[in-house]
């Protein structure tokens, strides 16, 4: 299963909302997974099954979605959330990831 | 401390070998399936393999299978990979991570190492 992610960058500034989206090229329910990733660290499971937050994420992140398409929004972006955002299929064996995110600083 | 850390990395030429182990702390390891992904410098992440919590199952990315091989040893709470037959295209930060589900069904990797640096290169 192939997770296509959009965009593939973006550019914003503190306290804006930020969409990021994917699709995934066949129905996989809701076994989707969204992870921030820091430069020079590992990803960090911010929300599963498309919409249920991790224990200890900031409530700003959330996550909607089923089926072949999903978003991750961040409600109010802060100094912190600058980092790259992967999505990540779980329906089916292989566990694929989507191309990344990167937000950036305006 | 629930953790996870990975050793073994290092500069290798191709074609030669190089086992990666990963020491997991504060979870009961042998109830958990982990797997190894891995990270081509300033690319995107790329899962590699997987075992069962009892080390009977094993799956592989076509890119490493019939390379790699997943192994576990739950007296140590350790996980390895045994990487054979190295290519350049293997270079990579490599996460071991564990995998956290719900009713049985796999819904996300919970837990990650901080990785550990493989360049294969002459």
């Known amino acids: 299963i192939q997770l296509t992610q959009s965009p593939s960058s973006l550019s914003a500034s503190v306290g804006d909302r930020v969409t990021i989206t994917c699709r995934a090229s066949?129905?996989?329910?809701?076994?989707l997974a969204w992870y921030q990733q820091k430069p020079g660290k590992a990803p960090n499971l911010l929300i599963y099954?498309?919409?249920t937050l991790q224990s200890g994420v900031p409530s700003r992140f959330s996550g909607s979605g089923s089926g072949t398409d999903f978003t991750l929004t961040i409600s109010s972006l802060q100094p912190e959330d600058f980092a790259s955002y992967y999505c990540?299929?779980?329906?089916?064996?292989?566990?694929?990831f989507g191309g990344g995110t990167k937000v950036e600083i305006k | 401390q629930v953790q996870l850390v990975e050793s073994g990395g290092g500069v290798v030429q191709p074609g030669r070998s190089l086992r990666l182990s990963c020491v997991a702390s504060?979870?009961?390891?042998?109830?958990?399936?982990m797997h190894w992904v891995r990270q081509a410098p300033g690319k995107g992440l790329e899962w590699a393999a997987v075992?069962?919590?009892?080390?009977?199952?094993?799956l592989y990315a076509d890119s490493v299978k019939g390379r790699f091989t997943i192994s576990r040893d739950n007296s140590k709470n350790t996980l390895y990979l045994q990487m054979n037959t190295l290519r350049a295209e293997d270079t990579a930060v490599y996460f071991c991570?564990?995998?956290?589900?719900?009713?049985?069904?796999?819904?996300?990797?919970?837990?990650w190492g901080q990785g550990t640096m493989v360049t294969v290169s002459s």
């Open positions: 075992i069962s919590y009892d080390g009977s199952k094993e």
């Open positions: 504060g979870f009961t390891f042998s109830s958990y399936g």
């Open positions: 991570a564990k995998v956290y589900s719900i009713r049985r069904a796999v819904v996300a990797f919970d837990i």
């Open positions: 990540q299929q779980l329906n089916t064996y292989p566990p694929t």
């Open positions: 099954t498309a919409s």
């Open positions: 066949e129905d996989i329910s809701k076994y």
